[in-house]
């Protein structure tokens, strides 16, 4: 006699199910971690940590305020929450990007001199929050991320982060109360490197965003064609602090941003590009 086709039944499956559900999330959880730590690697595969050290030799002395605060691992995990960055274009293009955001930062964060051990282009890092401030840096007339009382909006982190609307559209973008709780850009490291890629990628009209000027897709208006905002190295300048340094001749904080690009150029192996300063540009308003 032929046996009988074989039914699953519902207890019989339960087994298989239930494995079924307790291994999906695991499963799922397991691919996007690889998804967030791939795209770091993408970056960390053209800065290993010993380049990165060789890149701030001096960021962890004790002359440095900001000692032991900026590590390579806080660079890295920032770098997945902006998939673009340093992945955008090709092999020179994305190392030229890094190298121009490592330049920026290491200006703004300075704690190099003219005769510094190493020269004065080895002391990035080396401060995470502005001294001295001349302001709060509140403007008081932004309704859209007013300020609140006894607050300081300082330069703080890598990019030196300023002002209320700045503060106010970081932290929604990266999930932190930005006006109420500024401090914590320059009390968090991962927070502090996400606020400097937050600045470096967003568009903030009629400013390009730097990212888009360093990898090509910056396309200038009739405006900025008048301005003379041509791309390269020095129209990130003019987005970063152009108001106060573009338009002027022989700039020494220009001159230290160059510096500092050049040097970290020479150790990504890619030339520089055309127009690093920006004398002859037009601020923008």
């Given amino acids: 006699m032929a046996a009988m086709p074989f039914s699953p039944t519902l207890p019989s499956l339960l087994p298989l199910l239930l494995l079924l559900l307790w291994w999906y999330p695991l499963l799922m959880t397991t691919r996007v971690t690889e998804a967030r730590v791939s795209y770091g690697n993408r970056v960390s595969s053209l800065v290993r940590e010993e380049l990165f050290n060789a890149i701030f030799l001096h960021k962890d002395d004790n002359v440095c305020p900001a000692k032991d605060f900026y590590t390579y691992q806080s660079f890295i995990r920032a770098t997945a929450c902006f998939p673009s960055f340093g992945n955008t274009g090709s ?100 927070t502090a490197f996400r606020t400097a890629f937050w600045f470096w990628m967003t568009a903030q009209p009629p400013k390009p965003s730097c990212h888009d000027v360093m990898v090509g897709r910056y396309v200038p208006t009739t405006i900025d064609l008048d301005a003379n905002r041509t791309a390269g190295f020095g129209l990130v300048t003019n987005i970063i602090n152009g108001g106060l340094e573009c338009g002027r001749a022989d700039d020494a904080r220009v001159n230290d941003r160059i510096g500092y690009f050049q040097r970290y150029s020479k150790l990504f192996h890619v030339d520089t590009g055309p127009n690093l300063d920006c004398v002859h540009q037009t601020s923008f308003l």
């Fill in 91 to 190: 092999l020179s293009t994305r190392k030229r990007e890094i190298a121009a955001f490592l330049a920026q930062i290491s200006h703004e964060t300075t704690g190099g001199w003219a005769t510094a051990p190493d020269g004065p282009y080895a002391w990035g890092l080396c401060f995470k929050e502005e001294v001295s401030p001349q302001s709060d840096y509140c403007d008081s007339t932004n309704n859209e991320w007013p300020c609140f009382p006894d607050t300081s909006y300082k330069g703080r982190g890598p990019i030196q982060l300023s002002w209320n609307y700045n503060y106010g559209p970081a932290g929604k973008a990266l999930g932190f109360d930005g006006l109420r709780n500024p401090e914590l850009v320059s009390n968090n490291s991962l």
